[in-house]
């Protein structure tokens, strides 16, 4: 699954934050995407430059939840046609360093994650008498490493809040891979 979202953030002191997302998730084309959104929190440890016009270092705690859902079609390896409907919920935690600037952020970090997934199969074969239905459930837990980058962020009315769009990387789990 992969996941494409922006995030409005407001900055409730220069240390905390609070945060939604809303985007789509999708298996491998986006034209077959669902709704995804979620939120969380965020807490900034510590930043090396104040000045908005240098470069400098952080480190942050995040916590979030997100959910979504998304059809795709397939062929089974035997050549049957097939619906799939997937719901799913993840929760992650996540400690990242990173480089700042003014015009983005790169990062890395540890994560802890839960992931929950329900996918509803239905066989296409054209005669409705003849339907199957398969199900599966899938509950994991794991801890990972992530990469990520923020794009330019468009500042709100308020100094405090902005938008941002987010892509994340998950390397041995954790997130969206």
């Given amino acids: 699954m992969k996941l494409s979202t922006a995030v409005i953030r407001y900055g409730v002191t220069d240390w905390f934050e609070v945060f939604g997302e809303i985007g789509a998730s999708y298996n491998e084309s986006i034209s077959d995407s669902g709704l995804a959104y979620g939120g969380g929190l965020r807490f900034n440890l510590f930043q090396t430059s104040s000045s908005e016009k240098s470069a400098g270092f952080y480190g942050a705690l995040q916590g979030e939840y997100f959910q979504g859902s998304f059809e795709d079609e397939f062929t089974s390896t035997l050549g049957n046609p097939f619906h799939k409907e997937t719901k799913w919920q993840e929760f992650t935690a996540r400690a990242e360093l990173g480089l700042h600037h003014r015009r983005f952020a790169l990062s890395a970090g ?68």
């Fill in 110 to 177: 540890g994560t802890y994650f839960y992931y929950r997934e329900e996918t509803d199969r239905q066989q296409l074969n054209g005669r409705d008498s003849e339907v199957h239905q398969v199900g599966d459930l899938l509950d994991q837990t794991g801890v990972g490493a992530a990469l990520g980058r923020v794009h330019p962020a468009r500042r709100m009315p308020g100094e405090a809040a902005d938008v941002q769009l987010v892509d994340d990387l998950s390397i041995g789990g954790g997130g969206w891979g």
